[in-house]
C-alpha cells in the first residue's frame, strides 16, 4: 500500500534533490526521496535482535604501531562476526581495508565503531544494511529444496 504526502523544499533544496535525482539514475523525485529515506534510516537501525550485514572500510596508515596486529586481533576475537576483509595497499604508507560483518545489529555495529576508533586509521565508514528473517523452505530453478539457515535479504 502506497501512501502519499506532500512537503515542501525552498528552491535550493529542490535543486540539490533534482541533481541527486539525476546523479543517482532515479526517475522521479519520489524515488529519490525513499533512497534518502532508507539510507538515513538504516544509519540509525540499531535493533539489538536483528540480523544484519556491514560493510567497514578504513584507511590507515601500516607504519602505526601494532595497528594492523591489532586490526587482526579484533576480527580474531569476533570471528562469528568478520567474514572476510580485502587489504589494498594505497601508496607506501596508507593501506584500504573493507570488512565484511555479519550478525545480530548491535554486536556489528560495537565491533564496525571499534575498529574505526583504533589509533591510526585515520578514515571510516560503516554501510550497515538489516536483514529480514526468512525462513521455510523453498525451491531452486534446478529442483533443490533447503531452509537456509541465515537471514534473507
Do not use: W
Amino acid at each position: 500500500m502506497v501512501q502519499r504526502f506532500t512537503i515542501s523544499l525552498d528552491a535550493e533544496l529542490a535543486a540539490t534533490l533534482d541533481g541527486y535525482m539525476v546523479k543517482r539514475g532515479a526517475s522521479n523525485r519520489s524515488e529519490a526521496i525513499r533512497d534518502l529515506i532508507r539510507n538515513a534510516l538504516t544509519l540509525n537501525h540499531t535493533d539489538k535482535s536483528n540480523n544484519c550485514v556491514a560493510v567497514v572500510s578504513y584507511v590507515y596508515d601500516h607504519h602505526e604501531r601494532q595497528l594492523g596486529s591489532r586490526l587482526i586481533k579484533h576480527h580474531h576475537e569476533h570471528h562469528d562476526l568478520a567474514v572476510s576483509t580485502l587489504h589494498v595497499h594505497i601508496d607506501h604508507h596508507h593501506c584500504l581495508e573493507m570488512t565484511v560483518l555479519r550478525g545480530p545489529g548491535e554486536a556489528v555495529r560495537r565491533l564496525a565503531e571499534a575498529t574505526l576508533a583504533e589509533r591510526g586509521v585515520q578514515f571510516g565508514h560503516v554501510n550497515l544494511i538489516p536483514l529480514k528473517e526468512h525462513g521455510g523452505h523453498h525451491q531452486h530453478d534446478d529442483g533443490a529444496n533447503h531452509v537456509h539457515q541465515r537471514p534473507a535479504l
